[in-house]
């Protein structure tokens, strides 16, 4: 009898999880969140890897009509391959194969970014004060109970991804232009912004921390360190979600335990007992700060670095578990890997991309994704989705990768875009 994988949303990362069941003999089935999909995930949409494609009409009736259709199925899961996937995966697993999700009430605390922060607080774990409102005088009130009236603060959409819409705002400057605008868009992954959140800044360097959990023991994937930078935007804003570098670290790295101790135990307080979750978090002066945790894979091209870098991945441990009952509690090492990303200083047509053509013939890069050339047009980079591209180095010898990195980001400052 063949057996079954429900992918909900197999977007960006999510993409990888049909191949690496087919890989086992496993058919997948796609469902789609919303039958219409966001333009950022329209490139890794890949319809020739299922057996099944149905979609979801946002209704209850809809959900039981998906019900009836996979039950024959009997899928061995039901998985998140994107964030816009995650409720209704959580609303499809527990009623296909509840074994190996997550409960469906509390949703929510892995989606929604407002609710995230207050489920962290709730479980007493240090958390980042904030505020998830659409309504800008109860933003200024908070703001001023709070007395963040001096301080510096992040405002985001709070049901977005990919750094969109990430705006900082310098002490005592105005953020009521930040907070319209995000309330005026529409999100990276095709969803209105009905809400914003707005969050005191946090100091420090940031980390990603990847886990694969198995009824609520949670393995550590990977480690990584981001290095981004901030900029003024087209508009006037400050934006701070620009990235520059991700270090992979390895096993033995001394900021690891207090991470992954921080990272189990926001996993815990959202609810989160099987899967993949990706959480960004910032280690402060006063310790660990949650920034924001999701319940689906890396993406980015993440999972294929991690690879290279430590030999596993989120995506082959979900296979690894489902089929074979594995769970690991750690992660290995082979070499360092750092991916340099590429950013539009500003909006314009780009002259001279040839100029990155250089890069290949570095000793530690492996791979590099530029979506841009000469005479294109190239957006001013303000986060993930709009950066012209990366570069994938590895290396035994990490001063080897630093010494090429240099050379990129002298590439990168030689740009000329008008």
């Given at each position: ?22 890989a ?14 966001a ?25 039981e009509q998906?019900v ?34 997550n ?14 922060g ?32 001096r ?13 969109d ?6 002490p ?13 868009s529409?999100n ?17 360097v ?36 620009i990235y ?17 101790d921080?990272?189990?135990?926001v996993?815990?307080a959202?609810g ?16 660990p ?26 995506i ?15 992660f ?24 990155f ?15 841009f050339?000469?005479?294109?047009r ?12 990366w570069?994938?180095?590895?290396d ?23």
């Open positions: 009898m063949d057996r079954h994988i429900v992918i909900v949303d197999p977007l960006s990362t999510g993409r990888e999880l049909a191949p690496a069941f087919a086992r003999g496993v058919k997948a089935i796609a469902v789609l969140s919303n039958v219409v999909i333009p950022t995930y329209i490139p890794s949409w890949e319809p020739e890897n299922f057996d099944l494609i149905l979609g979801w009409n946002g209704t209850d009736a809809g959900l998906l009836a259709t996979l039950t024959p199925f009997a899928p061995i899961a039901v998985i998140a391959g994107a964030e816009i996937g995650v409720i209704l995966g959580d609303r499809l697993g527990a009623r296909l194969a509840p074994a190996t999700g409960d469906p009430a509390t949703s929510l605390n892995r989606r929604d970014k407002g609710d995230m207050s489920a962290v607080a709730a479980a007493g774990i240090p958390a980042l004060r904030q505020l998830c409102t659409a309504d800008p005088e109860a933003a200024a009130a908070w703001i001023g109970e709070n007395g963040l009236d301080a510096r603060l992040v405002l985001k959409p709070s049901n977005s991804s990919l750094t819409e990430v705006h900082f705002v310098e005592g400057a105005p953020w009521r232009p930040a907070f319209d605008r995000i309330l005026a529409t990276a992954l095709g969803l209105r912004n009905t809400q914003v959140l707005v969050q005191e800044f946090a100091e420090g940031e980390y990603i921390v990847d886990l694969y959990s198995v009824d609520g023991a949670h393995g550590l994937v990977d480690v990584c360190r981001y290095t981004k930078a901030s900029r003024k935007d087209s508009e006037g804003g400050h934006r701070i979600g520059e570098r991700v270090d992979f670290l390895p096993p033995d790295s001394p900021e690891i335990p207090d991470l992954f921080y990272a189990k135990r996993a815990d959202v989160i007992r099987n899967g993949s979750a990706h959480a960004e978090i910032m280690l402060t002066p006063a310790g700060r949650l920034l924001e945790i999701a319940a689906r894979p890396a993406g980015g091209g993440h999972q294929g670095v991690c690879r290279r870098a430590t030999g596993d991945c989120q082959d441990r979900v296979v690894r578990h489902l089929l074979d009952g594995e769970f690991r509690p750690g290995g090492w082979i070499q360092h890997v750092r991916a340099a990303f590429l950013a539009g200083p500003v909006t314009g047509v780009w002259r001279n991309g040839e100029i053509d250089q890069v290949d013939g570095l000793p530690t890069v492996y791979r590099k994704v530029i979506k050339a000469t005479g294109d190239v957006p001013q980079t303000t986060g993930l989705a709009d950066a012209l591209g570069v994938e180095m590895a035994a010898d990490e001063a080897a990768i630093d010494a090429d990195y240099l050379k990129i980001k002298e590439l990168e400052a030689s740009m000329i875009v008008d």
